[in-house]
């Protein structure tokens, strides 16, 4: 089904909302993600740990605690 700028319409069964907003599925893991934190990896979207799976990618710098703060 084309839309009205000519192109063709998502596949809903990648999208869900289970994060509470409109996202893509991981196409690796099944996982629900936001938009801004999935990643796309060969015209699809994963998340970080399948990303990191795959490719065998790894962070460029290394995470460290910081005292003080209430996260989560």
């Known amino acids: 089904m084309d839309n009205f700028a000519g192109g063709i319409m998502p596949d809903p069964s ?7 907003q409109l996202g893509p599925v991981c ?3 099944g996982k629900a993600l ?10 699809e979207y994963v998340c970080w740990e399948a990303y990191i799976e795959a490719t065998g990618a790894s962070p460029s710098t ?3 605690e910081v005292g003080g703060l ?3």
């Open 62 to 64: 290394d995470g460290k």
């Open 27 to 29: 196409a690796i893991t």
């Open 14 to 20: 990648k999208l869900s909302t289970a994060s509470g």
């Open 70 to 72: 209430k996260l989560g």
């Open 34 to 43: 936001k938009f801004s934190e999935a990643i796309v990896l060969d015209d």
